[in-house]
């Protein structure tokens, strides 16, 4: 048996090993803050415990277990228990039920992932997956689970994070009032309306077909890239998750740009040669006639729209494209946002309409990804709703402005204005902050645009805020915050909570971090000397990306 390391008996069972490194910033804080919560079960069923190969405590690296999913955890990762011991072990893309054969790859302090080598009984809620790169592409992952069941694992997961990272009790009363449940999404296919594909030297094929292809892998590739790998794209001419529009421009620029008379390579992320890096597909719908616009983003390492012109005319064929950009990335970086940014046919933007106001978004800007409206017969005979229609419905509902005109919005993290400028009628004014100098640009077009003049959106940093900050406006009445994936700093922690809004909004893109500023919010930072001052009302999970791991979560604070 291996040597356990000092405290690692202890650690073993820890329920949510894998979370530790959320608190970093405050290492003392994060160990004990998650050894808190030990009860708690994994999951609601319970599998046979696996066996594995050597009886230890931590797995080797390199070493194969036989191992049974037990459900889905942070990031969409099955989480598994070595036999006997209860060592936690995550694999990616293992699904609830799953009996596999997987080898140890890493080992952290207190569990190890895995890679699935071979399934030995499928996972419970099989599907069968209609795409066929789902199994390896980093898109979906679970497209083979039903939807019931990624619904059903998502809103556990947000549970689970609220009690064993937020410290909030599950005990308590008003614990079941405050978790909603999850809201799914109509549409599971075709939702997205923007897609970065990436251009490759060489296309990447799973090792059990590079037999049968074993002649395309020198060619290049245009596609998605294989998850943790920055340099291996597969090729792909159709993704389930964007709209039809939008595939028939990625099959059709497929087709062509391979051509040896039009001169066009692939950029080479190694020797940091070649011309194509990205190309981003954007859908919108025209405000008055609701047909679809798309707008086609060639990323590349230099400026020549000369090399471009055979691919612009092919695509310019096509009557939903309305806008050809070029951004021009000269850095080494993979990054598909250019230091210049050139418009090569029609506009610089394309046009969405949410919640009743009309919206620009040029290339780079954030805007809320899931708003296909096109209903599934099949399913539902009533139209469906827009899923970004659903999340700020939600978030108008949690506001609860008292409409006179009396109060004043804060939206934190505001991307092109959307948030604030569906609240702006009922406000008597909204500040907007964002990182990104373009995003407000839209911003502050889009409140122009719908004839809003209560709105001023302010480009900075949150992560860098000074002592001064509260003085770019008025007491709020309400905050909205809605940070991407890392969550908020901890200086706007602390200024939210010397702040005092009688009532704040977070909507999150990932539970985990959300859970972390949840907890920082009402129950302070004892080691810090910072006190919460908030208590939370509702969490309201919201599918906005069916087949992914991603959660989206409109949670309402309310000042104590
Ligand atoms: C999840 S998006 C939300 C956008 C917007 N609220 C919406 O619903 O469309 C997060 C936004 O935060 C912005 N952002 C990221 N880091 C930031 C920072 N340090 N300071 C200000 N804004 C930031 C991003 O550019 C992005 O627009």
Same mark, same amino acid.
């Given at each position: 048996m291996a040597a356990a390391p000092a405290g690692g008996v202890r650690l073993l069972?820890? !329920? $949510?090993?894998?979370? /530790?490194?959320?608190?970093r910033p405050l290492s003392t804080l994060a160990a004990s803050s998650i050894q808190q +919560?030990?009860?708690?079960?994994?999951?609601a069923t319970e599998p046979k415990p696996a066996t594995t190969s050597s009886n230890t405590y931590y797995p080797k690296r390199g070493q194969t277990l036989e191992l049974v999913c037990e459900s889905l955890a942070y990031k969409g990762k099955g989480l598994c228990k070595v036999a006997d011991t209860g060592f936690i072990v995550m694999c990616d893309r293992a699904l609830p039920g799953e009996r596999f054969v997987g080898r140890v790859t890493r080992k952290k302090d207190n569990y190890a992932e895995v890679k699935k080598l071979k399934t030995i009984s499928p996972h419970w809620d099989y599907v069968e997956a209609p795409c066929e790169f789902a199994s390896h592409?980093?898109?979906?992952?679970?497209?083979?689970?039903?939807y019931e069941a990624q619904v059903r694992s998502k809103e556990q997961q947000v549970r689970e994070l609220i009690v064993h %990272?937020?410290?909030? +009790?599950?005990?308590?009363?008003e614990y079941d009032g405050i978790m909603k449940p999850i809201v799914p999404c109509?549409?599971?296919?075709? #939702?997205?309306?923007k897609m970065e594909f990436s251009f490759g030297t060489k296309q990447w094929v799973p090792a059990e077909l590079l037999q049968q292809e074993s002649d395309d892998t020198n060619e290049s590739a245009l596609g998605l890239h294989v998850?943790?790998?920055?340099?291996k794209v597969m090729n792909i001419?159709?993704?389930?998750?964007?709209s039809e529009p939008a595939n028939k421009v990625l099959a059709a620029i497929q087709d062509f740009? /391979?051509?040896?008379?039009?001169g066009l390579s692939p950029y080479d %992320?190694?020797?940091? $040669? =070649?011309?194509l890096k990205h190309l981003m597909l954007r859908s919108g719908s025209?405000?008055?006639?609701g047909q679809p616009e798309l707008m086609v983003n060639f990323v590349t390492s230099? #400026?020549? !729209?000369e090399l471009l012109k055979p691919l612009i005319e092919k695509i310019t064929a096509? !009557?939903?494209?309305v806008s050809i950009m070029n951004n021009v990335n000269t850095?080494? =970086?993979?990054? +598909?946002?250019?230091e210049e940014e050139y418009t090569?046919? =029609?506009?610089?933007t394309i046009t969405e309409s949410l919640r009743g106001l009309n919206f620009q978004i040029s290339a780079n800007s954030f805007f809320q990804t899931n708003t296909h409206q096109v209903c599934n017969k099949k399913i539902r005979t009533a139209p469906c709703t827009m899923q970004a229609e659903v999340l700020y419905k939600l978030i108008e509902d949690c506001a609860?402005?008292?409409?006179?005109?009396?109060e004043i919005v804060l939206d934190l993290?505001?991307?092109?204005g959307t948030i604030g400028l569906t609240l702006a009628k009922r406000a008597k004014h909204v500040y907007g902050f964002e990182i990104v100098e373009q995003a407000i640009a839209d911003a502050r077009r889009n409140a122009n645009l719908n004839g809003i003049c209560n709105a001023t959106f302010v480009q900075g940093d949150l992560n860098k805020i000074?002592?001064?900050?509260?003085? #770019?406006?008025?007491?709020?009445?309400l905050v909205i915050t809605d940070p991407n $994936?890392?969550?908020?700093?901890m200086k706007l922690i602390k200024f939210l909570l010397k702040l005092k809004a009688a009532r704040i909004i977070y909507v999150s893109c990932n539970p985990a971090t959300c859970a972390r500023d949840l907890d920082y919010l009402c129950h302070g930072v004892p080691e810090r000397n910072i006190q919460g001052c908030y208590k939370l009302k509702s969490i309201q999970p919201v599918?906005?990306? !069916?087949?992914?791991p991603h959660i989206e979560c409109v949670c309402l604070l309310e000042l104590l």
């Amino acid at each position: 048996m291996a040597a356990a390391p000092a405290g690692g008996v202890r650690l073993l069972h820890h !329920p $949510r090993p894998w979370l /530790r490194s959320l608190r970093r910033p405050l290492s003392t804080l994060a160990a004990s803050s998650i050894q808190q +919560s030990e009860e708690s079960t994994i999951t609601a069923t319970e599998p046979k415990p696996a066996t594995t190969s050597s009886n230890t405590y931590y797995p080797k690296r390199g070493q194969t277990l036989e191992l049974v999913c037990e459900s889905l955890a942070y990031k969409g990762k099955g989480l598994c228990k070595v036999a006997d011991t209860g060592f936690i072990v995550m694999c990616d893309r293992a699904l609830p039920g799953e009996r596999f054969v997987g080898r140890v790859t890493r080992k952290k302090d207190n569990y190890a992932e895995v890679k699935k080598l071979k399934t030995i009984s499928p996972h419970w809620d099989y599907v069968e997956a209609p795409c066929e790169f789902a199994s390896h592409c980093g898109g979906c992952k679970t497209q083979d689970l039903l939807y019931e069941a990624q619904v059903r694992s998502k809103e556990q997961q947000v549970r689970e994070l609220i009690v064993h %990272v937020g410290k909030f +009790s599950d005990k308590d009363p008003e614990y079941d009032g405050i978790m909603k449940p999850i809201v799914p999404c109509d549409i599971q296919f075709h #939702y997205r309306n923007k897609m970065e594909f990436s251009f490759g030297t060489k296309q990447w094929v799973p090792a059990e077909l590079l037999q049968q292809e074993s002649d395309d892998t020198n060619e290049s590739a245009l596609g998605l890239h294989v998850p943790g790998f920055f340099d291996k794209v597969m090729n792909i001419n159709k993704c389930l998750l964007q709209s039809e529009p939008a595939n028939k421009v990625l099959a059709a620029i497929q087709d062509f740009w /391979r051509e040896p008379e039009l001169g066009l390579s692939p950029y080479d %992320v190694h020797s940091h $040669r =070649g011309f194509l890096k990205h190309l981003m597909l954007r859908s919108g719908s025209n405000v008055e006639t609701g047909q679809p616009e798309l707008m086609v983003n060639f990323v590349t390492s230099s #400026y020549k !729209p000369e090399l471009l012109k055979p691919l612009i005319e092919k695509i310019t064929a096509f !009557p939903d494209v309305v806008s050809i950009m070029n951004n021009v990335n000269t850095s080494v =970086g993979n990054t +598909s946002v250019g230091e210049e940014e050139y418009t090569l046919f =029609g506009k610089s933007t394309i046009t969405e309409s949410l919640r009743g106001l009309n919206f620009q978004i040029s290339a780079n800007s954030f805007f809320q990804t899931n708003t296909h409206q096109v209903c599934n017969k099949k399913i539902r005979t009533a139209p469906c709703t827009m899923q970004a229609e659903v999340l700020y419905k939600l978030i108008e509902d949690c506001a609860c402005l008292k409409g006179d005109g009396s109060e004043i919005v804060l939206d934190l993290f505001c991307g092109t204005g959307t948030i604030g400028l569906t609240l702006a009628k009922r406000a008597k004014h909204v500040y907007g902050f964002e990182i990104v100098e373009q995003a407000i640009a839209d911003a502050r077009r889009n409140a122009n645009l719908n004839g809003i003049c209560n709105a001023t959106f302010v480009q900075g940093d949150l992560n860098k805020i000074g002592e001064n900050f509260g003085e #770019y406006f008025p007491k709020p009445d309400l905050v909205i915050t809605d940070p991407n $994936r890392p969550g908020m700093h901890m200086k706007l922690i602390k200024f939210l909570l010397k702040l005092k809004a009688a009532r704040i909004i977070y909507v999150s893109c990932n539970p985990a971090t959300c859970a972390r500023d949840l907890d920082y919010l009402c129950h302070g930072v004892p080691e810090r000397n910072i006190q919460g001052c908030y208590k939370l009302k509702s969490i309201q999970p919201v599918d906005m990306f !069916p087949h992914t791991p991603h959660i989206e979560c409109v949670c309402l604070l309310e000042l104590l």
